[in-house]
């Protein structure tokens, strides 16, 4: 498959799109203060490893990754605050997508 703009953000997408729900679940669990947000981080962070994945299938070692990222998901995977680990998937999941289209631009658009 030859890669394109178009193909990468049909790749993508969908992933970026259960995270936009996930966090807007996550805004309203913290906010009522529930008992299960810790279940939608654990939701949050599988969506995250699996963007990573199809990366590393389009790109392969290539494939753009947020600074210190390792640590970062060290860190969600053993937070004790669902309020820390959310913000820093939101600053994860922020972060790839803008190096995703840097990346993006240097393919064509079909």
Not at 30 to 36: D, H, P, T
Not at 46 to 68: H, M
Not at 97 to 104: C, H, Q
Request: contains cysteine; proline residues 4%.
């Amino acid at each position: 498959m030859t890669l394109s703009r178009k193909s990468i953000d049909q790749a993508v997408l969908p992933f970026f799109n259960e995270w936009s729900s996930l966090a807007d679940e996550l805004k309203s669990c913290m906010g009522q203060r529930a008992a299960g947000c810790h279940e939608l981080i654990i939701q949050a962070w599988k969506v995250y490893e699996g963007l990573k994945e199809t990366l590393a299938s389009l790109f392969g070692s290539d494939a753009p990754t947020p600074l210190n990222e390792g640590e970062r998901l060290e860190f969600v995977k053993n937070s004790k605050s669902t309020h820390a680990a959310s913000r820093q998937l939101e600053q994860l999941f922020g972060e790839l997508k803008k190096k995703i289209a840097r990346t993006k631009v240097g393919y064509p658009a079909e």
